[in-house]
């Protein structure tokens, strides 16, 4: 009866253990595919962000927003590399969290700065056509003056 | 007389006036020449300044602070290795691969162009004198930032010339390349040798 007793102690005992060492992999591992997930998305949204700029739209508020994020980000691998995987999943699902919404307003911005850069050449392409005129007007003007000025020369030599 | 003075002075009337006119299309295309595509890295102490954490003891808390600079002409992604080294480890310059050290944790940010980031460190080494050996230093954690980072497999042996225990944390620039999707040694960093007060 004492050998069953030990024997069922020792089971739930190693059973104890198994579950607390299940557990503590599976909090490892979802702490590791929880920052690996908030490493995606903050990728993509800095490449996201990147093309806004370059499509000339202005970034500062986004940059605000990546940083945050990055920053929560840098706190999770800390907090994993220290074995705190709870809270670094925690830091994780935040970074993730404040990056949304972040592509939509990224999008939002190229297509105003590609409205913008639109209107920007509509404007160079009627600048460069209303100084050619400003110029050809110039010109035109001059010859006229020209031949005006000979006509009148030359009807003042003849009386 | 009168006509050429008359004539003179309207075509360069009109020429001031096509090229005002012209501006904004002249602005387009005369694009400002960009010398030097480079990132600054500079590392300040406690004070915002260059008076830096020397003589430390186990447990002693001190912040840093980073201040990047962005001149590569767009939007950059960073990150910042943070390491630790002792005087054996040490090498002169990590400038070409950098250290073959593993990093202890990283700090990540993005900086627009022409713009400047400062970013807070605070870091506290732990250790203690090994019990057989005083000439030697046992490090057990370091915490940055509020994490404890466990480093216990590294020592530190007493350096009789200079009278001290001797420890070299460092900071490794490494930016985003977008082409091949991962992040390469900038060619910057930043050390600070600390005497480690038992």
């Known amino acids: 009866m004492k050998f069953i007793k030990v024997c069922a102690m020792g089971t739930l005992i190693v059973i104890l253990f198994l579950g607390l060492f299940a557990f503590s992999v599976f909090a490892q591992g979802n702490a590791s595919s929880s920052i690996?997930?908030?490493?995606?998305?903050?990728?993509?949204c800095y490449e996201q962000v990147r093309q806004a700029e370059a499509s000339g739209a202005n970034v500062d508020?986004?940059?605000?927003?990546?940083?945050?994020?990055?920053?929560?980000?840098?706190?999770?691998?800390?907090?994993?590399?220290?074995?705190?995987?709870?809270?670094?999943?925690?830091?994780?699902?935040?970074?993730?969290?404040?990056?949304?919404?972040?592509?939509?307003?990224?999008?939002?911005?190229?297509?105003?700065?590609?409205?913008?850069?639109?209107?920007?050449?509509?404007?160079?392409?009627?600048?460069?056509?209303?100084?050619?005129?400003?110029?050809?007007?110039?010109?035109?003007?001059?010859?006229?003056?020209?031949?005006?000025?000979?006509?009148?020369?030359?009807?003042?030599?003849?009386? | 007389m009168a006509h050429k003075h008359f004539k003179a002075l309207l075509l360069v009337a009109c020429s001031v006036l096509a090229l005002f006119v012209a501006s904004p299309a002249i602005q387009r295309l005369v694009a400002s020449p960009?010398?030097?595509?480079?990132?600054?890295?500079?590392?300040?102490?406690?004070?915002?300044?260059?008076?830096?954490?020397?003589?430390?003891?186990?447990?002693?808390?001190?912040?840093?602070?980073?201040?990047?600079?962005?001149?590569?002409?767009?939007?950059a992604y960073y990150l910042i290795d943070i390491k630790f080294q002792n005087e054996t480890q040490?090498?002169?310059?990590?400038?070409?691969?950098?250290?073959?050290?593993s990093p202890l944790g990283n700090i990540t940010f993005c900086i627009a162009n022409s713009k400047t980031v400062e970013l807070p460190l605070s870091i506290s080494l732990q250790y203690t004198v090994d019990n057989q050996n005083s000439e030697k230093l046992n490090l057990k954690n370091i915490t940055i930032n509020s994490s404890t980072l466990n480093?216990?497999?590294?020592?530190?042996?007493?350096?009789?010339?200079?009278?001290?225990?001797?420890?070299?944390?460092?900071?490794?620039?490494?930016?985003?390349?977008?082409?091949?999707?991962?992040?390469e040694y900038n060619q910057r960093y930043v050390s600070l040798w600390l005497k480690m007060n038992p």
């Not at chain 1, 690996?36 to 993509?44: C, D, M, T, V």
């Not at chain 1, 999943?89 to 297509?111: K, P, V």
């Not at chain 2, 003589?55 to 602070?65: A, D, G, H, K, V």
């Open chain 1, 36 to 44: 690996s997930l908030a490493q995606n998305k903050l990728l993509i």
């Open chain 1, 61 to 159: 508020s986004l940059i605000v927003v990546l940083n945050d994020a990055a920053d929560l980000l840098s706190k999770a691998q800390l907090a994993e590399a220290s074995g705190d995987y709870s809270l670094a999943n925690n830091y994780s699902e935040q970074s993730l969290s404040r990056l949304n919404g972040l592509s939509t307003q990224a999008n939002d911005l190229i297509e105003k700065a590609i409205s913008s850069s639109n209107q920007n050449l509509n404007i160079t392409i009627l600048s460069i056509i209303s100084s050619i005129m400003i110029l050809l007007i110039g010109v035109g003007s001059w010859i006229i003056l020209s031949k005006k000025e000979k006509k009148d020369f030359n009807g003042s030599q003849a009386f």
């Open chain 2, 34 to 75: 960009h010398a030097e595509f480079f990132t600054e890295l500079a590392i300040m102490g406690p004070y915002h300044n260059a008076t830096y954490p020397y003589n430390i003891q186990s447990n002693e808390n001190f912040t840093l602070y980073f201040d990047v600079t962005n001149h590569l002409g767009s939007l």
């Open chain 2, 90 to 101: 040490a090498k002169d310059s990590f400038v070409g691969a950098g250290s073959d050290q």
């Open chain 2, 151 to 183: 480093i216990d497999r590294r020592t530190i042996i007493w350096n009789s010339e200079k009278q001290g225990f001797f420890g070299n944390v460092f900071f490794e620039l490494w930016l985003f390349n977008d082409t091949a999707n991962t992040f």
